[in-house]
């Protein structure tokens, strides 16, 4: 049976950092997916006017780029938590 930390670990500023900025990619991402599907069931050529093609745009591109924010993410604390253990193991 692993034994466990005592104390929970605290997590990097980049950690943080991540964390944040891929919350706040992939929410203005759906509302911009929301907001271009509203404008586009009462008039579809109002998308291609003024800053639609920009919100569309946000919509495509900010949800791979906060997946993929997500991902380094879990990664960066995995390897934490490994490195963590190792010490708490002795190793």
Known sequence: MERMSPEPSTPSILERILAYASLS???????SFFATLIVGM??????AE???PLVYGISMIGLPIGFVL???????TQRRRR???RKLSGR
């Not at 992939?26 to 509302?31: F, M, Y």
């Not at 997500?70 to 960066?76: C, F, G, P, Q, V």
């Open 25 to 31: 990619i992939i929410a203005l991402a759906l509302l």
């Open 70 to 76: 997500l991902i380094a993410l879990l990664i960066l």
């Open 50 to 52: 003024g800053l639609w």
């Open 83 to 85: 490195t963590e253990t």
């Open 42 to 47: 009462n008039d579809r050529f109002a998308l």
